[in-house]
Each structure stands twice: as structure tokens, then as C-alpha cells.
């Protein structure tokens, strides 16, 4: 679904992504972890069109996408959930909502779908998105993209600014998500997170892919154990 | 008392007009636009030339506001190119010198070929009376243009999904990528869409006093000052900053004198952007 060939990216002509290459299949959850700095929200945004790439390719599903505006990309399919949310703050969660969908098509079946998965959403139609909690605007930014019904759904840490119970319970939504046959991508530092809900991982360090493998040989290699599980 | 706020809600409305199309080439897109002005002008001259060539006034009037629109594309499809090449302030900066440089063209331009047209559209009849002062209906009929204006902008912005889009990019450009709006698609729409406001500016203020190829200069002036206290990118904005502005300088001009009014406009601006940058009705970013 998702390739990604020798992919280098940064900022004024000094990469901080070096040659990255990776994979995710049609309905896999694949996560990419790696510390502060190591070049994962570098990686995504210049995957997504945020960032033009200084070299390497990015097929989606057959398409070459290396390069294309994140407008174009957005209408593909990949749907990225930032860090920063980047929601409508002035406008209502519905409004919210509604311009997830193809924008200039409402789609009142999938809203409906996606204020059952998120009951608080449904609760809050009416507010405006920038007075909404940290874990109200997660959920908000994940259901804006899902109005899309997206092939790929990408997210840069999700975890973002929640305490430990909501980021959990934002890990657990994702999963329902995952059993209906969403295909994901997630970002994560806090690694115990993202490996109950990825079968397949990569580690970026230093902007290298440096380790790659399922869930399981990552949770049990030495390296990893060390650096982000806290293991000693 | 009660006429200097009616004279002063009159002028308030024209301000706001004014400020309208300005703001949300702003707020959309970090574009100033110095040439607004002659815009308008380009327009009033259009009506003119057509007045005298004998095409009935709602035709001529639908021409202008065409060629306004049209003007705004132009400027959308060449001076603003390179302009939207940037962010941030260079990009503020860089919009600013070609749309002044644009101005001074056009400026130059009409002076030369029609220095004399002059569009005036006089509404005929006697003044109504309005809680018993007597108002002119050219300033009657041109609020009412300017409120069913504002009322279609508001309308637009609120209930259309291509005026929901419009606005999702003012607020969060990259958000507005993310879901797959294209931010120059909405902003080409706004510049046409200015280019038209600039022109119903000419209509509407033609209706109060004579618009000619020397107009330009004192409507971008006056639209930047109301832009600046209404918050840049705020329709309502300028709307409720314009009315204000409106009655304050009536009144000011009628206490003490017309020479008054625009260094007072000048600076409640100027206040403003101390008190309250964002303007009136400003969010935080
Ligand atoms: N806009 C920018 N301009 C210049 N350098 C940047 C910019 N954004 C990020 N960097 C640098 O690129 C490197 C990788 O940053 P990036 O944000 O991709 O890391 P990350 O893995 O997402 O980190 P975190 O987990 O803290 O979000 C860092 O050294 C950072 O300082
Ligand atoms: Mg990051």
C-alpha cells in the first residue's frame, strides 16, 4: 500500500532523514519509534507533502506521490493526523468534521459512524475546537481524517499531550479502528504504546532506519529494550 | 445627535465595504493589496464608459463589477506570483511593493487616458426621513446594497461548503491541506471575489460622492485603516469596526472639523494595533 524508497529529507539543504525505506501493507499496523529528534515527524510531513523530499520516492498504492502537494495526497487517500492536530479552531466540531469528508460533499453516514466510535464528539457538536481538551481535539483530529474513509492513516504521536490513561484510550480507539480493516501508520516515542498496537516496526535513529522487524523481535532485541522500553 | 449617528452608520457601511475585500485577500493570504483602490477606480471608470455609451445602469454596473473581478484575477495569475512564492513576512512585504507598484501604474494609466470621467450615480427624489432626520436616498440605497452584501458574505461563509473551505484556510492552512483543500484555488477565488467588492466600493460610493481616477489612493487608505481595527481576515470585523469608525468620524468632523476625521481614524487605528492587535473582534493566536 504504502512504499517508501530511500527517502531523504530536511531543512535548507541539510537532510535530517537519511535514505529511509520502509513498507506497510493492506491492513497492517506498522509503528516507527525513535527518541526525541530522530527525524519521525520529518519523515512523515515530507512523505505527506508537507515537506519536499531532497531525494528517494514514495509510492502509494502504485502511485508515485514523491514530491506532490499534501492537497493532492490528502484526496489519495494517506490521511496524516499531525502532532499539532492543526484543527479549525474557530469552527464548530461538526464543521470540523464535515470538512474531513471530501469537503464540498458531506457525508452524513460516516458522520454518524464516527460520532458513535467517539461519543464526546457527538456530546460536543456545537463547540468550537480550539476551547476543547487536549484528549477532545486527538479525537477530533482523528476523526476529521477518518470523515475521509482513508485508505492509509498516518499519525504523528498521537499520545501528544495526553495523560497516560487518555493516550491508552486513545491506543484502544485506533485498534477498534484496526479490527474494521484500517491500514495505519503511527509515530511513536513512548514505545510500550505503540507496540501493543503495531505488528510491525521500524526504529529511526538519528534519522537511519536502524532496526526493523514485528512487534514481537523488537520487543525482545537488547538495543531496543535499552533505549525505549527501559529495560536494563 | 441622532443625525450625525445615522450620517455616521451611512459612512460606517461604506467603510466597511471597503475594508471587506481587502481583509480577506489578508487573511486568506497574507497578501496586501495596495492596488485595491484602483480596483475600485477600474470599475467606476468601466460604469462610466459604458454610461456614456448608452448601455442601460444595471448592465453597466454588472460590467464594472465584472471587470473588478476580473482584475482581481489578473493580479492572482501575474504580480502575485512570485509573491506566493513566500511565507510570512517577506511575503507580506513583497505583496505590498508590486500592489503599490501595480497602483501607481494604474493610477498613472487613468489619469493619462480619463482624467475626467467621473461616475455619479444620482438616485433621484426626495430625501426620506428617518427617525426624523431627513437622509438622502442615494445613502439610503447604497446601506441597503452594503447590508444584503454583507448579509450574501456572511451567508456564504457560514452555510456553503466552498465558504466553510474558504475559511478552514484562513484559519489553518496546513489543516485545510490535510483534509485536501487547495489553499490557491480558495485564494484566487477570494482575489476574484475582492476585485468584485472593489467594485460594488465604486458603485455604492458613487451613490454618496463622485468617484474618479483619483479615488484610488483615499479607498485603500481608508479600507487598510477599518481592516486594521476590524482584524485582519475578519469580515464581521470589518463590519462592526467600519460602523464605528463611521459615527466617530461624523461626529468628530461635525465637533470639530473635517480636516479632523482621518487623523482621528488614523488613530484609532493606531490604538488598536496597541490595545488589541488582532483587532475588534480578534481571536488569540
Ligand atoms: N522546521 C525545522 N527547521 C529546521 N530544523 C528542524 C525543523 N523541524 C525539525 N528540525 C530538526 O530536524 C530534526 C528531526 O526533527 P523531527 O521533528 O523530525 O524529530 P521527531 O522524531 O519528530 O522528534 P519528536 O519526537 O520530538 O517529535 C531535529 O534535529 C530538529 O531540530
Ligand atoms: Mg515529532
Request: proline share 4%; charged share 15%.
Amino acid at each position: 500500500m504504502l512504499k517508501v524508497k530511500s527517502l531523504s529529507a530536511g531543512y535548507q539543504g541539510n537532510d535530517v532523514v537519511h535514505q529511509v525505506d520502509f513498507e506497510v501493507g493492506s491492513g497492517e499496523a506498522v509503528m516507527i519509534i525513535g527518541s526525541n529528534g530522530a527525524g519521525k515527524t520529518t519523515l512523515f510531513r515530507a512523505m505527506c507533502g508537507l515537506l519536499v523530499p531532497s531525494s528517494g520516492q514514495v509510492f502509494f498504492e502504485g502511485t508515485d506521490i514523491s514530491g506532490a502537494p499534501a492537497e493532492r495526497i490528502a484526496r489519495l487517500g494517506l490521511r496524516f493526523v499531525a502532532a499539532e492536530r492543526h484543527l479549525f479552531p474557530q469552527m464548530t466540531v461538526h464543521e470540523n468534521l464535515l470538512l474531513g469528508a471530501n469537503p464540498y460533499r458531506p457525508d452524513p453516514k460516516t458522520m454518524s459512524l464516527i460520532l458513535d466510535l467517539f461519543p464526546r464528539l457527538a456530546e460536543r457538536r456545537r463547540q468550537h475546537a480550539g476551547t476543547m481538551s487536549g484528549g477532545e481535539q486527538q479525537m477530533l483530529a482523528v476523526g476529521r481524517a477518518l470523515m475521509s474513509k482513508p485508505r492509509l492513516l498516518v499519525l504523528d504521536e498521537p499520545s501528544t499531550g495526553l495523560a497516560p490513561l487518555l493516550a491508552q484510550a486513545a491506543y484502544e480507539a485506533l485498534g477498534a479502528l484496526r479490527k474494521q480493516g484500517l491500514t495505519v501508520l503511527v509515530a511513536e516515542q513512548q514505545v510500550p504504546l505503540a507496540m501493543s498496537f503495531s505488528e510491525r516496526g521500524y526504529v529511526l535513529e538519528n534519522g537511519y532506519i536502524k532496526l526493523q522487524g514485528t512487534a514481537q523481535e523488537l520487543a525482545a532485541n537488547p538495543i531496543v529494550r535499552r533505549a525505549y522500553l527501559g529495560v536494563t | 445627535m441622532i443625525a450625525n449617528i445615522l450620517d455616521g452608520i451611512v459612512l460606517g457601511l461604506q467603510f466597511g465595504l471597503l475594508a471587506a475585500g481587502l481583509t480577506l485577500v489578508y487573511g486568506l493570504g497574507g497578501v496586501l493589496n495596495l492596488a485595491y483602490g484602483q480596483m475600485a477606480v477600474i470599475s467606476a471608470i468601466v460604469i462610466t464608459l459604458a454610461l456614456s455609451a448608452g448601455v442601460p445602469v444595471l448592465l453597466a454596473v454588472a460590467l464594472g463589477l465584472f471587470v473588478g473581478g476580473l482584475a482581481g484575477l489578473i493580479l492572482d495569475l501575474t504580480i502575485l506570483r512570485p509573491v506566493y512564492r513566500l511565507r510570512g513576512e517577506p511575503r507580506v512585504l513583497l505583496s505590498l511593493l508590486l500592489t503599490l507598484g501595480v497602483s501607481f501604474i494604474i493610477d498613472g494609466f487613468l489619469n493619462w487616458r480619463y482624467p475626467l470621467e467621473t461616475l455619479s450615480l444620482r438616485i433621484p427624489g426626495e430625501a426620506v426621513e428617518i427617525l426624523g432626520v431627513p437622509m438622502r436616498r442615494g445613502s439610503l440605497i447604497a446601506s441597503a446594497i452594503t447590508l444584503v452584501t454583507f448579509a450574501a458574505l456572511f451567508g456564504f461563509f457560514r452555510y456553503t461548503s466552498l465558504g466553510r473551505a474558504v475559511r478552514s484556510v484562513i484559519q489553518d492552512q496546513e489543516g485545510a491541506r490535510l483534509v485536501g483543500i487547495y489553499p490557491h484555488r480558495m485564494l484566487r477565488l477570494i482575489l476574484v471575489l475582492s476585485g468584485v467588492l472593489a467594485g460594488l466600493v465604486a458603485v455604492t460610493r458613487s451613490m454618496v460622492t463622485p468617484v474618479d481616477a483619483q479615488s484610488g489612493l483615499s479607498i485603500t487608505v481608508f479600507a487598510l485603516i477599518v481592516t486594521v481595527v476590524g482584524g485582519l481576515g475578519n469580515v464581521a470585523g470589518a463590519l462592526l469596526a467600519g460602523i464605528i469608525l463611521g459615527i466617530v468620524s461624523v461626529i468628530a468632523a461635525n465637533l470639530i472639523g473635517t480636516y479632523i476625521s482621518l487623523i482621528i481614524l488614523l488613530a484609532a487605528a493606531a490604538l488598536t494595533i496597541l490595545i488589541r492587535p488582532a483587532g475588534l473582534l480578534g481571536v488569540k493566536e
